[in-house]
């Protein structure tokens, strides 16, 4: 009964985004998200950004890595922590939902123009 109602997110899986919030902090680089994570059991929703929250993973040896040692990767952040990089304005911008012909539609609010 708790997945009843799925939670519709700002951002999708090939948006540019902004990183509004923490140590990557940085209003005017647009970065690729990778991966939106959406916990409903435990509400963290998260969003997985090229290039930011890199962490340090210390891998054993197996099949596929014989070597082992050490990898950097990217760690999710919360998705409250980005916001949509708006190209047509060149700033990050808020995102306005509505239907046209019976789709739903995201549009900039800054700029007005249609997120792909």
Not at 16 to 25: E, H, L, Q, R, T
Not at 50 to 75: L, R, Y
């Amino acid at each position: 009964m708790k997945t009843r109602f799925k939670p519709k997110f700002h951002i999708k899986k090939g948006d540019s985004v902004v990183v509004i919030a923490g140590d990557d902090k940085d209003l005017k680089k647009p970065r690729k998200v990778l991966e939106v994570i959406t916990d409903t059991e435990k509400n963290k929703h998260r969003v997985l950004v090229e290039g930011v929250n890199i962490v340090t993973k210390h891998t054993k040896p197996s099949a596929q890595n014989t070597k082992g040692g050490i990898i950097k990767k990217e760690a999710p952040v919360a998705i409250s922590n980005v916001m949509i990089w708006d190209v047509k304005a060149g700033a990050p911008t808020k995102v306005k939902r509505s239907r046209e012909n019976g789709k739903l539609v995201r549009t900039a609010k800054n700029s007005g123009e249609v997120i792909k």
